[in-house]
């Protein structure tokens, strides 16, 4: 058993595994982006994970609360995506839907309720707030949003 662990301990630790990635090729490249952002704001290893992002299946949308344009269910590395809010959303819409779902599976965060005063009115004070924020106001407060998932 001391093997076993200590050779997980090595293989991950000093980066003699990478990570398994598979999945929708475009919500692969915001992965991978998220990791770039992560390594340019913090001095902090990020964890070796295997990861499976794609379209939700009928399954998925199952258990997923009714509401979710993004699904992550704890214990899996599955990341499950609703098709037609994809095809909807922007490229900066993506990449928060994915870095939302990225801050539960990776950070293990929780959703964030928290709000702030903008031009707008209220605007969320998180990209874990868990609803989809404007793509002007993500724009607008990205470095803030970022900044705040990744610290």
């Known amino acids: 058993m001391r093997i076993l662990l200590l ?42 994970s295997d ?15 009714s509401d979710a344009i993004g699904f992550w269910q704890c214990g899996t590395i599955r990341i499950a995506i609703d098709r037609d809010t994809w095809r909807d959303l922007d490229s900066l819409g993506r990449e928060q ?26 605007c969320p004070a998180s990209i874990m707030n868990p609803y989809h924020i404007d793509s002007d106001i993500y724009d607008r407060y990205r470095e803030m949003y970022l900044g705040k998932l990744l610290r």
């Open 51 to 65: 990861i499976d992002i794609g379209y939700m299946t009928a399954g998925e949308r199952d258990l997923a609360p």
């Open 7 to 48: 050779a997980t301990i090595l293989m991950y630790g000093c980066g003699g595994v990478d990570p398994i990635w598979t999945g929708n090729s475009d919500m692969l490249d915001l992965v991978a982006r998220f990791y770039v952002e992560w390594d340019s704001r913090t001095d902090t290893r990020h964890p070796v």
């Open 97 to 122: 839907l994915v870095f939302h779902e990225m801050g539960h599976y990776i950070l293990s965060r929780r959703h964030d309720r928290g709000e702030f005063r903008c031009p707008w009115g209220m």
